[in-house]
């Protein structure tokens, strides 16, 4: 009867552990830290590509040749006005190096919690101008051309 009620609570609490491993991540407004509203988001863009990164919170474009050239194309006209060309920064800070001005940028989640949200200053959110999907291509831009020292690189990290 023991072996029975052991193998019934390991069992039980393998599901319990395995369906916290698939929960999706909960992103927070980098200012308030309430709960984004992914509803509100502009349509359009790999679905899928998304929900993977909603239970990792790596962006699966990060590496992607491809995935980098579209998020820098993207990058251009979403992001270049304040950011600048190659993202040196101008009204906006720059973006390839060690230096966030919201240290949870440094993750892929923090930095998609910027994008989407929105941040203190002139940093609209950017969900009605850009699908999640283009936010991540374009945060695959961002993190190629990183030109600080990889071990301050929190999303190269496993």
């Given at each position: 009867m023991n072996r029975k009620k052991l193998f019934v609570a390991s069992a039980v609490s393998l599901a319990l552990i395995s369906t916290a491993a698939l929960a999706e991540i909960t992103f927070r407004n980098t200012i308030t830290g309430?709960?984004?509203?992914?509803s509100v988001a502009k349509?359009?863009?790999?679905?899928?590509?998304?929900?993977?990164?909603?239970?990792?919170g790596k962006n699966p474009y990060n590496g992607d040749k491809d995935a980098v050239q579209k998020g820098h194309d993207l990058f251009m006209p979403a992001c270049s006005g304040c950011h600048g060309h190659e993202a040196e920064g101008k009204l906006g800070p720059g973006l390839a190096d060690d230096y966030w001005t919201y240290p949870s940028a440094a993750t892929d989640q923090g930095l998609?919690?910027?994008?989407?949200?929105?941040?203190?200053?002139?940093?609209?959110?950017?969900?009605?101008?850009?699908?999640?999907?283009?936010?991540?291509?374009?945060?695959s831009w961002i993190r190629d051309i990183y030109k600080g020292d990889p071990k301050k690189a929190k999303w190269l990290k496993k």
């Open positions: 309430a709960p984004l509203d992914m349509s359009g863009g790999n679905q899928a590509v998304f929900n993977q990164f909603k239970e990792t998609f919690e910027v994008l989407f949200g929105g941040a203190n200053g002139m940093m609209g959110p950017q969900y009605v101008n850009l699908s999640t999907d283009e936010m991540l291509l374009i945060m």
